[in-house]
């Protein structure tokens, strides 16, 4: 079960996981530098991708569409796209606050499979592998692409044997003096890895540009019921009335909490803090880590903490001065480098940080994905790909066995 987290009702109905402030902001004064306590994403989108975030407010267009999708994330909306492109009927995609409202829009937008050899099982890397490749794919389909950047991953060793041996032949290694020519101003001599052809995007680009493509999307409008009979979800009860859909996706973030669905899988919100600095002349190649990425106009893009038992939705300024401090130790060359950017977002999470992608176990009609942790913008249009084609055949496509929420069924519930 979901404890009671930032962002949802404290009333008990736990119904949706709100808006965390990661979209609207403007900036304040904090120790004589401008800072803006949003997610920088939002300020590099076009007047007309702005405007696509805050799509149908409080409207529903269609009340018996083929397809229901519940949660305007990346996931969700990757999935209406996928399942519009199939072919697979009229689409509705709703979301509680706007589009990107929830972790989408705090990301850090690295889609960068190959480091996962390292801390996660092949199943795991092949999906994340499969789904960078359909990101390059969405990048040549969708009018104008998703915004996909490719870039070189490379990965900083402390100490020799820093990285476990790492047997894709992606994997180039690199000799403290190969570093430093890449990283110029290090603390210190260090060895690394460097993975090419990996990739970031802008999430909230990545997600106007493919809801631009949806024929029907209301923002401002949650899902807060759902009346099951026969084995099927029959009517889902909203904040601005019913929706009689064909089928229904949830892709809420954390697994869905709707009055009447009976669905309790074990998963919590794990709180992060990223930061983008003023420019900087200093180049990076890529995305160095643990130090920083490069962003466009010279801002370093660094963070993503992982911050234990703390749910408040603020940022903390601890925080970010600690982020600061390790950037500066790192790399001396940009001390005093300011944040004007700060920022913080919940990742969800299953008890094994892994996703659910699946069909709701005992319903017919209904299918989720949840708990994407640490990789949900990489993973969207596999988890995408998957949800479609089952909609459309009915059969479980291979990929999704690893994914089943039967993995957590002997569990008791964590409470948090
Ligand atoms: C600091 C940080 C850095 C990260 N960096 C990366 C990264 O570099 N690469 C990467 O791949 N991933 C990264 N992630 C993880 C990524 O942000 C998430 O895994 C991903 O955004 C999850 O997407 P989602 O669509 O499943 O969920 P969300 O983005 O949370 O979307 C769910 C949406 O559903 C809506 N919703 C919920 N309930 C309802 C309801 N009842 N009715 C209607 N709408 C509802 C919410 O408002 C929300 O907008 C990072 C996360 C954090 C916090």
């Not at 041996?165 to 570093?179: F, K, N, R, S, Y």
Request: one cysteine or more.
């Amino acid at each position: 079960m979901n404890s009671a987290v930032p962002g949802r009702p404290a009333d008990g109905t736990r119904r949706f996981t709100g808006t965390l402030g990661v979209l609207d902001g403007d900036p304040v004064a904090e120790n004589g530098v401008m800072v803006t306590e949003t997610a920088i994403w939002r300020d590099q989108l076009t007047a007309q991708e702005r405007a696509e975030l805050g799509r149908g407010a409080g409207v529903i267009p269609l009340d018996r569409p083929d397809i229901l999708v519940v949660g305007g994330g990346i996931a969700g909306v990757a999935t209406a796209a996928a399942c519009h492109e199939a072919g697979l009927g009229s689409v509705l995609l709703i979301e509680a606050g706007r589009l990107g409202s929830g972790a989408t829009g705090g990301a850090a937008g690295l889609l960068t499979p190959e480091p996962h050899e390292w801390s996660d099982p092949e199943p795991f890397v092949e999906l994340a592998r499969a789904s960078l490749d359909r990101w390059g794919r969405l990048d040549e389909r969708v009018p104008g692409g998703v915004g996909l950047v490719e870039l070189d991953w490379i990965g900083l060793a402390p100490d020799p044997g820093g990285f476990a041996p790492h047997l894709q032949p992606a994997v180039e290694w690199l000799e403290p003096g190969d570093i430093a020519n890449l990283v110029p101003g290090l603390a210190r001599p260090m060895a690394g890895a460097l993975i090419r052809h990996q990739a970031r995007v802008n999430p909230l680009r990545s997600l106007a540009r493919l809801a631009a493509g949806l024929p029907a999307v209301a923002t401002g409008i949650a899902a807060i019921s759902a009346t099951v009979r026969g084995g099927k979800v029959v009517s889902v009860g909203t904040t601005s009335g019913d929706i009689h859909p064909g089928a229904v996706v949830f892709a809420t973030g954390l697994p869905p909490l709707l009055d009447g669905l009976p669905l309790d899988l074990p998963a919590t919100q794990v709180k992060g803090h990223l930061l983008a600095t003023e420019p900087t002349p200093l180049r990076l190649p890529g995305t160095v880590a643990p130090i920083a990425t490069q962003l466009e106009d010279g801002r370093l893009l660094v963070g993503g903490t992982f911050d234990a038992d703390d749910e408040t939705p603020k940022v903390r300024p601890d925080v970010i001065e600690s982020i600061l401090a390790a950037l500066y130790a790192t790399l001396p060359a940009v001390r005093g480098l300011k944040a004007a950017y700060q920022w913080c977002c919940f990742r969800p999470r299953h008890p094994d940080g892994r996703p659910v992608i699946d069909r709701v176990p005992g319903l017919d009609n209904a299918w989720l994905t949840s708990g994407h942790y640490r990789t949900g913008i990489l993973m969207a249009p596999i988890t995408a790909q998957v949800i479609s084609h089952w909609i459309a055949s009915d059969q479980p496509p291979a990929e999704a066995t690893a994914w089943s929420s039967a993995r957590f069924a002997d569990r008791r519930p964590t409470g948090h």
